[in-house]
């Protein structure tokens, strides 16, 4: 009887021993999802996720963002990816994981001191909104989550370099291969002049042909590069079409959800308004038409514009919306995000175009 007794026992405690490993699984298993989720949803665009990292002061500029978003993607992918088998799972995947969130959380304490707690933290790209308090939550849980799978848990198979290795060089060639590599925004072009010839009207450039009707010995000025801005003749235009390549012109380009875009576009219409320029300014969206009419309304301005894509869209980005350039005959002269924006300077620059 004691030895049926001491079966039975042993049976129980093999059962609920296989029931926590069944519990331990399905918890790694649904961490490795959202690390995965998160990876694809910031590769696509990979530009936003690039902006949101200027933003909050973690890369300097758009090119250094380029690569530390696409090393933050691929370690997303390795990390969700090792968690879904066995190699190297307590010695290496599940640590570094936790410790990743440990670092996720800090960043979220210190993003939602700065710059609000209402704000999107970006964890999840443009798909998905999160607050910072929401996404600290989350990390919470899954350390939780993977603390219950790492203490107790099976150990790990004999190790062997192959899978992590393959996973390694498969997740940044992957990432790269999609995303392609950090792109150079639009450079800024020097307005060009001729030695003896800079009050001609027309902001001192002198071209060619003007140095030898005024018979001077200037050296030819090299003709200017295509304008950047070409990729917009074709995409559509509203009310009306227009042409960012003739004659000196503002371009701004905005997120129509955003509160940085919302102030410097309430701005520029005060300084038209008060000036009674004749410079044109275009405005470049990206995202839903439907927000535009509501931007327009929000920041009592109305001024022809168009929508981008987010490639193209992101290319003219330094930094992060909103940034408003000034450009010659296609070619940008001055540059301004939300930061730099000086408006005391463009208004003397619209102002000196009555």
């Known amino acids: 009887m004691d030895r049926n007794k001491d079966c039975y026992a042993a049976t129980e405690l093999r059962k609920k021993g296989m029931d926590r490993n069944k519990v331990r699984i399905i918890c790694r298993w649904l961490v490795a999802l959202v690390f995965i989720l998160s990876a694809l949803t910031k590769l696509f665009p990979i530009q936003f996720f690039e902006s949101m990292l200027v933003n ?31 190699q190297l799972l307590r010695r290496c995947f599940l640590p570094v994981t936790m410790l990743l969130l440990v670092a996720f959380s800090l960043h979220l304490v210190h993003f939602g001191y700065n710059e609000g707690w209402n704000e999107s933290c970006g964890c999840f790209g443009k798909w998905l909104s999160m607050t910072p308090i929401s996404a600290i939550i989350k990390n919470v849980v899954m350390l939780a989550m993977l603390g219950f799978g790492f203490w107790g848990g099976e150990k790990d198979p004999k190790f062997s370099w192959i899978f992590p ?38 902001g001192g450039a002198t071209t060619n042909g003007d140095a030898e009707n005024n018979g001077t010995d200037a050296t030819p000025v090299a003709p200017s590069p295509p304008s950047p801005f070409a990729v917009f003749d074709d995409v559509p235009k509203m009310p009306h079409d227009f042409d960012m390549k003739q004659g000196r012109c503002l371009v701004s380009f905005f997120n129509p959800d955003c509160e940085h875009c919302k102030e410097m576009a309430y701005e520029l219409g005060e300084i038209y ?23 327009f309304l929000e920041t009592e301005t109305e001024y022809p514009y168009l929508i981008a894509d987010f490639d193209t869209f992101f290319n003219f980005i330094n930094t992060s919306p909103p940034e408003l350039y000034l450009l010659q005959d ?25």
């Open 56 to 86: 909050i002061n973690i890369a300097a500029d758009r090119p250094s963002a380029g690569h530390m978003a696409r090393l933050l993607v691929a370690l997303e992918l390795i990390l969700g990816v090792g968690l879904l088998q066995r």
């Open 165 to 202: 290795g393959t996973l390694i060089v498969v997740a940044l060639a992957g990432v790269y291969a999609v995303s392609g590599m950090p792109r150079d925004v639009v450079p800024i072009m020097p307005q060009q002049t001729v030695e003896g010839n800079d009050d001609n009207g027309d």
């Open 273 to 295: 308004r008060e000036t009674g320029t004749r410079m044109a300014i275009y405005f470049v969206f990206f995202g839903e038409a439907e927000l535009v009419e509501d931007f």
């Open 330 to 354: 296609g070619q940008a002269r001055e540059r301004w995000n939300s930061d730099s924006f000086d408006a005391a300077k463009v208004a003397e620059i619209l102002g000196a175009a009555k």
